[in-house]
Nanobody
Framework: QLQLVESGGGLVQPGGSLRLSCAAS?????????TCWFRQAPGKGREGVSC????????DCTDSVKGRFTISRDNAKNTVYLQMNSLKPEDTAVYYC????????????????????WGQGIQVTVSS
């Protein structure tokens, strides 16, 4: 299974920016993985944030991040990024990256159950 490690989280003020990184290791076949960022706030379920599919198409999972968050991928570094701008307190959560080859009939972007490889999660806190 692919190993994923997130980095780049922390504490920022409202309106600030962070860039999360998700570094992959292990066997990678042709970089043909779909990758999503998810987040989970205390007491809430895991929510899809943004995804980049195995054709490099981008999907925002929630309207709340459109225009503020941008997912990208650097295949040479086996790394996926989430650039987060104009951060709001409601963005506070543990953020996870997850990857899957996306070949199953039931595979859906933005759906946690579709993804087989997960990072450990990283805290993002937006507060004054």
């Amino acid at each position: 299974q692919l190993q994923l490690v997130e980095s780049g989280g922390g504490l920022v003020q409202p309106g600030g920016s962070l860039r999360l990184s998700c570094a992959a290791s292990g066997f990678i076949f042709g970089n043909s993985y779909a990758t999503c960022w998810f987040r989970q706030a205390p007491g809430k379920g895991r929510e899809g944030v943004s995804c980049i599919d195995n054709s490099d198409g981008i999907t925002d999972c929630t309207d709340s991040v459109k225009g503020r968050f941008t997912i990208s991928r650097d295949n040479a570094k086996n790394t996926v990024y989430l650039q987060m701008n104009s951060l709001k307190p409601e963005d506070t959560a543990v953020y996870y990256c997850a990857a899957d080859r996306g070949s199953g009939l039931l595979f859906r972007l933005c759906v946690p159950a579709s993804f087989g490889s997960w990072g450990q999660g990283i805290q993002v806190t937006v507060s004054s």
